[in-house]
């Protein structure tokens, strides 16, 4: 088992930054690729990023490509969303995954996930 506890969420004004962080217990994470996806009320959850064990690859939805980084800190056990120049229509509930393989962009594939932090941006 993996536990995943984000954090970091909040309310910020549009064109403003936040860094969520996501920190992992229970197994050895660096073993763990880990994504972050976001889910409106009503609507699919939706990939966000993604990185791989080593961090040697990541990945990026076309919707926050140039404005969001991916990051991860083994030794810590936690993965970072560094996100910029949010928009009103980031405004949702971000959650942390993880998986032993890199699962692509699908929710479903992971095996682990965290409860959520909230992201509010204000126009």
């Known amino acids: 088992q993996v536990q995943l506890v984000e954090s970091g969420g909040g309310l910020v004004q549009a064109g403003g930054s936040l860094r969520l962080s996501c920190a992992a217990s229970g197994r050895t994470f660096s073993n763990y690729a880990m994504g972050w996806f976001r889910q409106a009320p009503g609507k699919e959850r939706e990939f966000v990023a993604a990185?791989?064990?080593?961090?040697?690859?990541?990945y990026y939805a076309d919707s926050v490509k140039g404005r969001v980084t991916i990051s991860r800190a083994n030794a810590k056990n936690t993965v970072y969303l560094q996100m910029n120049s949010l928009q009103p229509e980031d405004t949702t509930v971000y959650y942390c995954?993880?998986?032993?393989?890199?699962?692509?962009?699908?929710?479903?594939?992971?095996?682990?996930w965290g409860q959520g932090t909230q992201i509010t941006v204000s126009s």
């Open positions: 990185i791989t064990w080593s961090a040697g690859s990541t």
């Open positions: 995954a993880a998986d032993l393989t890199y699962r692509g962009t699908t929710p479903r594939l992971y095996a682990y």
